[in-house]
């Protein structure tokens, strides 16, 4: 496991992020998997989402419950104003916890983020459950 004390830590964040994943950002870490406790590490750069009450919508997702329910957790996103925007991503690892959810930014005409970033890798993060 990488070691998350060097990282910028977004535990006291009030509202959720992307992390758009690229090599020559920041090192990113967030406190995820509700009473897990897990501190993943992801590279990229910081993107503040306004959408709403994300974090209340998708407490208490976990790897299971986002295995099991792919369709109802994208459908979740789409109505929170990221309709298109983002798409639930597998990796090939333990894609999910909560508070630090696998995605595809999809398109990035709503002036959230530069147009570059579309189709690029990002981690969905916010204020863990616990």
Same mark, same amino acid.
């Given at each position: 496991?990488?070691?998350?004390?060097?990282?910028?830590? %977004?535990?006291?964040?009030?509202?959720?992020? %992307?992390?758009? *994943?690229?090599?020559?950002? =920041?090192?990113?870490?967030?406190?995820?998997?509700?009473?897990?406790?897990?501190?993943?590490?992801?590279?990229?750069?910081?993107?503040?989402?306004?959408?709403?009450?994300?974090?209340?919508?998708?407490?208490?997702?976990?790897?299971?419950?986002?295995?099991?329910?792919?369709?109802?957790?994208? =459908?979740?996103?789409?109505?929170?104003? %990221?309709?298109?925007?983002?798409?639930?991503?597998?990796?090939?690892?333990?894609?999910?916890?909560?508070?630090?959810?696998?995605?595809?930014?999809?398109?990035?005409?709503?002036?959230?983020?530069?147009?570059?970033? =579309?189709?690029? =890798?990002?981690? *969905?993060?916010?204020?863990?459950?616990?």
């Amino acid at each position: 496991m990488e070691n998350y004390e060097d990282a910028i830590q %977004l535990w006291n964040m009030e509202s959720a992020a %992307l992390i758009v *994943l690229d090599e020559n950002g =920041a090192r990113y870490s967030n406190q995820v998997g509700g009473t897990a406790c897990s501190h993943p590490v992801a590279v990229g750069f910081l993107v503040p989402l306004m959408c709403g009450d994300v974090c209340e919508r998708m407490e208490g997702v976990s790897h299971a419950t986002l295995e099991s329910c792919r369709e109802d957790a994208q =459908a979740e996103l789409d109505s929170m104003g %990221l309709d298109g925007v983002l798409e639930l991503r597998e990796t090939g690892e333990r894609d999910f916890h909560e508070a630090w959810i696998h995605v595809t930014i999809k398109k990035t005409d709503h002036g959230m983020m530069p147009d570059s970033y =579309a189709g690029r =890798a990002a981690i *969905l993060t916010y204020p863990n459950s616990d």
